[in-house]
């Protein structure tokens, strides 16, 4: 059994629980449940750097990245470093994160937020729309076809974007629909953590140009971006390497400054 198999073990046994402790009906009575969502695609289609900058305190292949920063600040840095979006990690077991950091996030920016989690029931996504998200993240390799459509036709009725990870062409061939904005190529095998840019090149050709190209993981340099752009990638998740940093802000900030140059 690899990583991604426990971790969704885990995640129904936690979904099943929060459930029983949060009623959907008290979802929907968020403060933010209202709000208009803010569009990571549009914002991407807009930008001449295409940065989602994360926040992550951990993960099962680097252990510990950054425990001491708070959410509210590293959430602050990035939007003055003119990132165009932020990603937050919501798994408690294996990143060390929580819906309270999304919380936080949201009242300390206006940046479009992506809920970083592992989807696999539709109350997640109206957790994600009651804890101020914009966007969700969909990952290919632990759902079925129905299950993709079913969510993101889910999450487009509720007005969040809609990304969607794969990381090979099985992945990808199973996931293109209308109803997702973003299309996703993950550089990192889940199943070994190896990390090639050769995955977002390999598959770029294969993704239809209506989706906002988006490649995540392995990115730490200003080449990696240049280069992907040449194979119409407008988004760039990056994750360790603001984190690993002791201002995330102003790494992002200085990373963006040389990019633009």
């Known amino acids: ?32 449940f209202e709000r208009k969502n803010i569009s990571l ?16 305190r951990r993960s099962p292949s680097k252990s510990v990245i950054n425990n001491t920063l708070n959410v509210q600040d590293v959430a602050k840095g990035y939007e003055n470093a ?44 109206l957790e994600a729309k009651a804890y101020g998200a914009d966007v969700i993240l969909l990952i290919a390799a632990i759902l079925s076809k129905n299950e993709i459509k079913k969510f993101s036709e889910f ?55 209506d989706f906002v190209k988006v490649s995540e993981s392995g990115i730490s340099n200003i080449e990696s971006i240049k280069e992907l752009q040449l194979y119409g990638y407008q988004g760039f998740l990056i994750g360790e390497n603001f984190m690993k940093t002791d201002n995330p802000g102003a790494s992002a900030t200085k990373f963006i400054k040389t990019l633009k140059k």
């Open 1 to 32: 059994m690899n990583i991604l198999d426990k971790i969704v073990i885990d995640k129904r046994v936690e979904v099943n629980l929060r459930k029983g402790l949060i009623p959907i009906s008290q979802l929907e009575q968020s403060v933010l």
């Open 41 to 56: 695609a549009e914002k991407l289609r807009q930008s001449s750097s295409g940065i989602i900058a994360e926040h992550k």
């Open 82 to 125: 003119g990132v165009c979006g932020m990603s937050v990690l919501t798994d408690g077991k294996y990143f060390g994160g929580s819906l309270d950091d999304l919380l936080t996030a949201r009242a300390s920016c206006n940046l479009p937020l992506l809920r970083k989690e592992f989807i696999i029931d539709e109350y997640q996504l």
């Open 155 to 209: 999450a487009k009725s509720l007005n969040l974007d809609v990304l969607l990870e794969v990381h090979n062409v099985e992945e990808l061939h199973k996931s293109i629909m209308p109803s997702l904005d973003m299309l996703g190529v993950n550089n990192r095998n889940l199943k070994t953590f190896d990390v090639s840019l050769e995955t977002s090149k390999t598959l770029s050709k294969l993704i239809p140009d």
